[in-house]
């Protein structure tokens, strides 16, 4: 081997020793794209179940309109909502963001209600059919991602209370909130696109 | 904003000593030799679930054990051996060791989500294993749980094999989620990114088809979950459902799982080939962009696996093209492995033979692979012992062969002891051996139309499947030395010194075994990884990088 090798190294300084920059706002990304692709694969199934597999004679399967169309707004404007909270917050103005979380958390309970007397309201049930069976695992998923987010809202509002951990220099968590909110939203939209209106 | 080193948030709370492998470290350095030694574990199981199947297989009838019993055998070991061997230790085991050091930085970006990945690991091992013992039996429908097959086998058992495969797609994903921020985000000042070794670039890419497939196949076996509790109809035909879905979307994770396997040992290869061949790694940019073209051509062949399946045309000819160009990227590299060993003053050690063996094992795997990427091939022999041969030269031939490698070239490193050159040249004698003795004879078996899965076979076929398991014998018996070597070493092995191969990568540069914070003091700036070989006149080591050395056809 040849010692006279040395490693070229210098002395130019790392990072600060004993931290680093903050990623976990990179990671929650990074996780959203892995999460988008658990709806791709469930939308691929759906819309080549509809492509293949034709609906069997008898079976019912119709949607209202109404009812998710006014859900779709309701999510819409509670993103925009929490868009305001989180410029609040970061703006110094907590008591306003705190409010704008709160209509937030509303907007989401009463879109998960609809969500409720839809389910109720449908002539057909988990097993009656394939198209059935999809839509309930596409919106319970759903369901389930607004109810998680319902939950951290309402763990961001607690903690953004006066001498709370979240405050106009600290608000990762907000911002977490945040971002997981808009892509649970952006995911209804695309959902709402392929299982009503196509 | 920046967050506090987690390892120095709480000192007396880490456990010193041995007793840190067992406990939630948030060390990286101590992670990965979790996900090593639990790997190497889950190995055994899984290896000595391979020997029931090649016992059972040295006589026709199904005399060993009964034929229900064979098909549980056959889905844990296919099972552990991908999701509980290969996987976590080519990604877990070596990304997380190394990865932090190649990128100049103390610890990976999200520590605690790293330890949380790697305790995922037992409970679901031993989750799956455990569904052995089952009142109903374990899965018994391969490690691809076709629909309706699994619809039919006993409930309980394939449910618990759902579940643990769940856990362990959480694991993996939150792994890749780490890797990539690691590399990305977490680089030491002034490293740019075609500077790093060649392992981060096989990690990047690994992580991205890791976070874009896994979920997939997470979100397909929870609707087969559907199928067996609630009754719906997703995949079962005779409730209008489509299991040629099933297949699409479990392909479309599980072929590249291929490459969330096998890119991680072509970084791992990379690296140790340079090191013994004192050469620069040929090709360097061309590794890299080959690398990316496999990830992004792997997401798109994955129908390659149905070609039986009712699939139309088009759909046909559209994946086995996809397919075919595959080998032209992964065949850059190989000429890129030769061509950094060629004119290389190569030491033939355990670390080397294992590389070498594994470009022939590997080629040999990849050239059966173009052949079965045509269709009328395909068709002829899908679902054969030909499959079977091709994918253990993939995944044995390639994968298992890196991680033996990497094991002796790193051992120093992890332990800072030498392994024994004599016990790792008998290891690799025995394993190369047996390797070949027990899959070459399948591709010949598989041709003539012996279907994989099945306990029983025509006599017609006995030879050839005695001599394969005389090969698994072999290969049971290659693992003793490596033990041995492993576990005498740790004790008594000859101190190693902290660069015993005189090598550049940053991992090196430190103590063997590296303190907790990586490196005492500052992090090393290393913009050359494979800066060996001799350098007449002109060139000045402090500017130019290894691969212009290259290009300028003077190293």
Redesign the interface.
Not at chain 1, 5 to 24: I, K
Not at chain 1, 37 to 42: C, E, H, I, Q
């Given at each position: 081997?040849?010692?006279s090798?040395?490693?070229?190294?210098?002395?130019?300084?790392?990072?600060?020793?004993?931290?680093?920059?903050?990623?976990?706002l990179?990671?929650l990304a990074?996780?959203l794209?892995?999460?988008g692709?658990?709806?791709?694969?469930?939308f691929?199934?759906y819309l080549?179940?509809r492509a293949?597999?034709p609906l069997?004679e008898g079976?019912i399967y119709e949607l209202e309109l109404l009812l998710p169309t006014i859900n779709t707004v309701l999510l819409l404007v509670s993103s925009f909502t929490f868009h305001r909270a989180g410029t609040a917050c970061r703006s110094g103005r907590m008591q306003t963001s705190r409010r704008w979380l709160l209509l937030s958390i509303a907007l989401g309970i009463a879109f998960l209600a609809g969500q409720m007397v839809e389910y109720f309201s449908l002539p057909f049930g988990?097993?009656d059919?394939?198209f059935a069976?999809?839509f309930y695992?596409l919106t319970g998923?759903h369901g389930l991602h607004v109810t998680l987010g319902v939950i951290c809202i309402l763990i961001v509002w607690f903690q953004a209370r006066p001498g709370g951990s979240i405050s106009q220099d600290?608000h990762?968590g907000l911002e977490a909130a945040e971002l997981y909110w808009h892509f649970v939203d952006g995911i209804w939209v695309i959902l709402y696109g392929i299982l009503y209106l196509l | 904003m920046t967050v506090a080193n987690p390892l120095e948030l709480e000192p007396g709370l880490q456990p010193q000593g041995w007793l840190r492998y067992l406990s939630f470290s948030l060390d990286h350095k101590v992670i990965g030799i979790q996900y090593l030694v639990c790997g190497f574990l889950f190995y055994l199981v899984g290896g000595a679930l391979a020997g029931v199947i090649r016992t059972e297989l040295a006589s026709p009838m199904s005399d060993f054990v009964g034929r229900d019993t064979y098909n549980e055998v056959l889905t844990l070991h296919g099972t552990i051996m991908i999701f509980l061997w290969i996987v976590p230790v080519v990604n877990g085991a070596f990304g997380n060791y190394l990865i932090p050091f190649y990128v100049g930085a103390r610890d990976m970006a999200f520590p605690r989500l790293n330890a949380v990945a790697f305790w995922l690991i037992p409970p679901a091992g031993l989750l799956l294993i455990s569904s052995y013992f089952l009142a109903g039996a374990a899965s018994q429908s391969g490690w691809t749980a076709y629909p309706p097959l699994s619809l039919t086998t006993p409930a309980a058992g394939q449910i618990v094999w759902i579940l643990s495969v769940l856990l362990l797609g959480g694991s993996s994903i939150f792994g890749g989620i780490n890797f990539i921020a690691t590399v990305l985000k977490l680089r030491r000042p002034g490293l740019k990114l075609m500077q790093l070794p060649m392992f981060c670039w096989a990690m990047l890419g690994t992580s991205i088809l890791v976070v874009l497939a896994t979920p997939v196949l997470a979100g397909t076996l929870v609707m087969l979950s559907f199928d067996i509790i609630a009754h719906t109809g997703f995949f079962n035909p005779s409730l209008g459902g489509n299991v040629v879905v099933y297949q699409h979307l479990f392909w479309f994770y599980s072929h590249p799982a291929v490459y969330i396997m096998v890119l991680p040992a072509f970084g791992l290869v990379s690296e140790i080939l340079p090191v013994h061949a004192r050469k620069p790694l040929f090709g360097y940019t061309t590794m890299v962009y080959s690398i990316m073209a496999i990830v992004v051509l792997g997401l798109v062949v994955w129908a390659h696996h149905m070609f039986t399946s009712g699939t139309p045309p088009w759909m046909r000819l559209f994946f086995t093209i996809a397919t075919s160009f595959i080998a032209v990227p992964t065949g850059i590299k190989f000429f890129n492995w030769l061509a950094t060993l060629w004119g290389g003053k190569i030491a033939l050690n355990s670390a080397v033979l294992f590389s070498c063996a594994f470009i022939f094992n590997f080629v040999f795997g990849g050239i059966t692979g173009v052949a079965l990427a045509q269709v009328p091939f395909d068709i002829h022999v899908h679902d054969t012992y030909f499959v079977v041969g091709h994918f253990h030269y993939i995944v044995y031939g390639g994968s298992v062969f890196v991680i033996f490698a990497s094991l002796y070239h790193w051992y120093p490193k992890f332990t800072g002891r030498l392994l024994n050159e004599d016990l790792g040249r008998l290891h690799f004698v025995l394993t190369f051996i047996g390797f070949n003795l027990c899959f070459a004879p399948q591709h010949w078996l598989g041709l003539n139309g012996m279907p994989r899965r099945v306990a029983e076979y025509d006599p017609a076929f006995t030879t050839w499947n005695q001599v394969s398991s005389v090969g698994a014998l072999l290969m049971a018996i290659s693992t003793l030395p490596l033990l041995i070597n492993v576990v005498v070493t740790a004790f008594r092995g000859p101190v190693a010194g902290d660069n015993p191969w005189n090598a550049l990568t940053p991992e090196w540069l430190t103590s063997s075994p590296p303190p907790v914070e990586n490196w005492i003091g500052e992090a090393p700036l290393v913009t050359e990884p494979y800066g060996y070989g001799e350098h007449p006149g002109g060139f000045d080591l402090d500017r130019i990088s290894g691969r212009d050395l290259w290009s300028s056809g003077k190293s």
């Open positions: 081997m040849d010692t090798l040395q490693p070229v190294t210098t002395a130019q300084p790392a990072s600060e020793a004993h931290g680093h920059p903050d990623f976990r990179f990671g990074t996780f794209v892995a999460d692709m658990t709806f791709a694969g469930f691929a199934a080549t179940f293949v597999n069997p079976a988990l097993t059919n394939l069976s999809t695992a998923f600290s990762f | -």
